[in-house]
T-cell receptor, first 117, second 114 residues
Framework: DAGVTQSPTHLIKTRGQHVTLRCSPI?????VSWYQQVLGQGPQFIFQ???????GRGNFPDRFSARQFPNYSSELNVNALLLGDSALYLC????????????????FGPGTRLTVL | RKEVEQDPGPFNVPEGATVAFNCTYS??????FFWYRQDCRKEPKLLMS???SGNEDGRFTAQLNRASQYISLLIRDSKLSDSATYLC???????????????FGQGTILTVHP
């Protein structure tokens, strides 16, 4: 079975530009979450979407937005890019919105490495 | 105080050694816990979920102490292929906007040498 896929794998942008990152979850998974990982740190939660609705938002500015489509794929948009937005952007899918037993494992895609110059 | 804290290491151990990683979390209402491993410039991969009674998967043993808000991972008989960053992960899963939020520690770097 195919895992989580993300595109593009690498991207170089300049300050002030905008970027769109794409993610396709594992087949049958309805929840997609986005994370930002800067070098030397663990991933930071940006958004969770389930059934096309935003279900969670991390501590990121309004320049970050996302949406989920009827086929459960998702896009992350970042406007007015800053140098500090350079990071690995990870998408994770899970089958449910929340675990019935409290556990809801998330599976990550390979990420999009964004460099802002 | 960080939500999830880990000793960043690095840990350098010989093949065959036993190594233990520790992690503390600040949100006492947290409900689910995981260890992920991340190879250099790759995505995090789920290593194991951590249950209240403790659990084992081959050479890996995870423990959870809810009273102390402490999680551990023990790796026995280390292999060269165990070299990676190990991420302690907590999911509050407590409602509101927290269901999908995984909170990561900064990771502990492990290098296993011949």
């Amino acid at each position: 079975d195919a895992g989580v896929t993300q595109s593009p794998t690498h991207l170089i942008k300049t300050r002030g530009q905008h970027v769109t990152l794409r993610c396709s979850p594992i087949s049958g998974h309805k929840s997609v979450s986005w994370y930002q990982q800067v070098l030397g740190q663990g991933p930071q939660f940006i958004f969770q979407y389930y059934e096309k609705e935003e279900r969670g938002r991390g501590n990121f500015p309004d320049r970050f937005s996302a949406r989920q489509f009827p086929n459960y794929s998702s896009e992350l948009n970042v406007n007015a890019l800053l140098l500090g937005d350079s990071a690995l952007y990870l998408c994770a899918s899970s089958p449910r919105y929340r675990g019935t037993s409290g556990y809801n494992e998330q599976f990550f895609g390979p990420g999009t490495r964004l460099t802002v110059l | 105080r960080k939500e999830v804290e880990q000793d960043p290491g690095p840990f350098n151990v010989p093949e065959g050694a036993t190594v233990a990683f520790n992690c503390t979390y600040s949100n006492s209402a947290s409900q689910s816990f995981f260890w992920y491993r991340q190879d250099c410039r790759k995505e995090p991969k789920l290593l194991m979920s951590v249950y209240s009674s403790g659990n084992e998967d081959g050479r890996f043993t995870a423990q959870l102490n809810r009273a102390s808000q402490y999680i551990s991972l023990l790796i026995r008989d280390s292999k060269l292929s165990d070299s990676a960053t190990y991420l302690c992960v907590v999911n509050p899963n407590a409602g509101g906007t927290s269901y999908g939020k995984l909170t990561f520690g900064q990771g502990t770097i492990l290098t296993v040498h011949p």
